[in-house]
């Protein structure tokens, strides 16, 4: 968000704006955020959204099959 402010003898501001569309990430350390050098104002934007499939492997009995595939000597 951007505020314009006159800072007078009557402290004025106008109303807020928004600067920048999207979700982004907040708080934490480090800071989401950076002035660069040049005077750039840097974000870190969050993942995007992604379907997240959990796909698990069972194997039972799993010290049997691992003598089967490998003998002992």
Known sequence: MAVGVAPQASFTF???????EGRFRRGG??????????GRFLMLKSPAA????????????WLEELRARVPAN
């Open 29 to 38: 350390q480090p800071p989401s955020y950076d002035v660069a050098s040049d």
């Open 14 to 20: 106008s109303p807020a704006t928004r600067l920048f």
């Open 50 to 61: 992604q379907a997240i499939t959990a796909h698990f492997v069972v194997v039972l009995n």
